[in-house]
């Protein structure tokens, strides 16, 4: 009872693991908008600059599941104030220390901002961190936190860590490139593999133990009924000569009775 009882928890235990390391490589629990460790397709990395960032926004859409705040049917801006600016914004958040007339960030949804930036480094100072400063005054402002997704191997200044998690939000590395594996992915596969594995090398034992635990008892069935049958026939013959020898003892009495 012992040994099933620890074979079950350990059968247990390993579906367990299986189920945990589906969904790890099911890739959808991670801590950001997406719920994704990494970006559904690899974007591209090669052209015009423009080109390049197009891409990072329309996978980022994708997996954010929201419209890309640039497109002219969505335009919703951060603005010194609440007047909207003709031609540029379509709705103005008002942000008192925004340090630039207005900012158009390429995702707003109900409680974040998302910033795509689909480039090698994030080190230099300037134009960028102008952007991102405004983008984290008006996530603080708003209370909302912000995400800024680059590469997988991104070179991101700590200036840019420091300020966006400062909102709550983080840095995610996030769109693949050709050749990146994610070290999840491959710690999963390997438990997957191994969890499977073992289960089923269980399950195969406990089985072919049971239907040899059958087969034994099958054989050992008729002895064990050869004993019984030859236990009653012992007794059959003991009681038969207990009778018979008590009946010559009755005829031997009667005998010494009727001679003189």
Same mark, same amino acid.
């Given at each position: 009872?012992?040994?099933? /009882? ?25 801590? $950001?908008?997406? #719920? /994704? *460790?990494?970006?559904?397709? &690899? ?7 423009? &080109? ?8 980022? %859409? $994708?997996?954010?599941?929201?419209? =890309? =705040? =640039? ?12 007047? /909207? +600016?003709?031609?540029?914004? $379509?709705?103005? !958040? ?8 207005? /900012? ?12 795509? +930036? ?32 680059? *590469? ?11 300020? &966006? =998690?400062?909102?709550?939000?983080? &840095? ?15 710690? %999963?596969?390997?438990? !997957? ?16 133990? *049971? ?5 034994? %008892? ?9 004993? #019984? ?13 207990? %009778?018979?020898? +008590? ?14």
């Amino acid at each position: 009872m012992k040994i099933t /009882r620890t074979l079950r928890l350990l059968q247990l235990a390993l579906i367990l693991g299986c189920v945990i390391s589906i969904v790890l490589l099911l890739n959808i629990t991670a801590p $950001n908008p997406t #719920r /994704r *460790r990494y970006s559904s397709e &690899v974007p591209a990395m090669d052209g015009a600059r423009q &080109v390049i960032g197009s891409e990072g926004e329309r996978i980022l %859409a $994708n997996d954010l599941g929201l419209p =890309n =705040n =640039n497109e002219s049917d969505q335009r919703q801006c951060f603005c010194q104030t609440v007047a /909207r +600016k003709p031609g540029e914004c $379509n709705v103005c !958040l008002p942000v008192q220390s925004l340090g630039s007339t207005y /900012r158009v960030p390429d995702f707003i949804g109900p409680n974040f901002i998302a910033e795509s +930036k689909n480039r090698e480094n994030l080190l230099y100072r300037g134009r960028e961190v102008d952007q991102i400063a405004d983008y984290v005054v008006a996530a603080q402002e708003l209370g909302r936190p912000l995400w800024l997704y680059v *590469r997988v191997d991104t070179m991101v200044a700590p200036d840019f860590e420091q300020m &966006v =998690n400062s909102t709550g939000g983080g &840095v995610v590395y996030y769109f693949k490139v050709d050749g990146y594996v994610d070290g999840v992915d491959s710690a %999963a596969q390997t438990g !997957l593999l191994a969890s499977a594995g073992l289960l089923t090398g269980l399950t195969l034992t406990e089985v072919l133990f *049971r239907r040899a635990k059958g087969r034994w %008892a099958a054989r050992r069935l008729p002895a064990s009924t050869d004993r #019984r049958a030859a236990d009653k026939m012992r007794t059959t013959e003991t009681f038969l000569d207990r %009778a018979r020898n +008590k009946a010559l003892s009755q005829i031997d009495e009667e005998d010494s009775r009727i001679d003189p």
